[in-house]
C-alpha cells in the first residue's frame, strides 16, 4: 500500500500466457475499496508479487513464468500505467521468480528464485529503471517470502 492510501494487487489469472496485470484501489478510512485502475496488464504471465519504490512512485511485479520483473508507473491518484514489460530479467527465460522486496534505502530490489536456488538482484534507478547487480546462490529450495533492510 502506498502512503497515499493507495493498495497495489498482482492479477495472475490462473497462470493464462500473456494475460499477467496489476490493479490499484483506493482504500477509504473505514476500510472500504474503490477501484482505481483495473488490469493493467503487463504482457507476461503468472505475475506473483508488487514491491514498491520508497517513493510510491514505481511498482514492480515479478512475472513467474518467464522470470521477469516489470514496472509500473503509479500516478498521485493511484493510477497505474504499465512503465516497462521487462524492467529486469535473470535471463533464464523459465518459470521461477517469485517475491521480493526493496531495500529499506529504496536502492536496490531482490527477487528469490527458488527453483534454481537463487536471489538477484538490481539497483533501482532513476525513472524506475532497474539494472542488474548480480545473482547469489545457496538459497534452499523451501524458501518462501523476502524481507529486505
Not at 495472475?12 to 475499496?33: D, N, R, T
Not at 518467464?66 to 535473470?90: N, R
Not at 533501482?124 to 538459497?139: D, I, M, N, P, S
Amino acid at each position: 500500500m502506498t502512503k497515499g492510501g493507495s493498495l497495489i494487487v498482482s492479477e495472475a489469472f490462473g497462470g493464462a500466457p500473456g494475460a499477467a496485470a496489476a490493479s490499484s484501489y483506493a482504500v477509504s478510512a473505514a476500510g472500504e475499496l474503490t477501484t482505481v485502475s483495473s488490469s493493467v496488464g503487463d504482457t507476461r504471465s503468472e505475475v506473483c508479487w508488487v514491491a514498491l519504490t520508497n517513493d510510491d512512485r514505481f511498482a514492480y511485479v515479478t512475472n513467474f513464468g518467464d522470470c521477469t520483473v516489470s514496472c509500473y508507473e503509479i500516478t498521485a491518484d493511484g493510477s497505474l500505467t504499465l512503465h516497462e514489460p521487462v524492467a529486469g530479467s535473470t535471463g533464464q527465460g523459465r518459470k521461477g521468480l517469485r517475491d521480493e522486496a526493496i531495500s529499506g534505502d529504496g536502492r536496490y530490489l531482490y527477487a528469490i528464485d527458488a527453483d534454481a536456488q537463487k536471489l538477484f538482484g538490481w539497483a533501482v534507478g532513476q525513472g524506475g529503471r532497474l539494472t542488474a547487480t548480480g545473482e547469489f546462490g545457496g538459497v534452499p529450495d523451501t524458501v518462501a517470502g523476502l524481507a529486505a533492510s
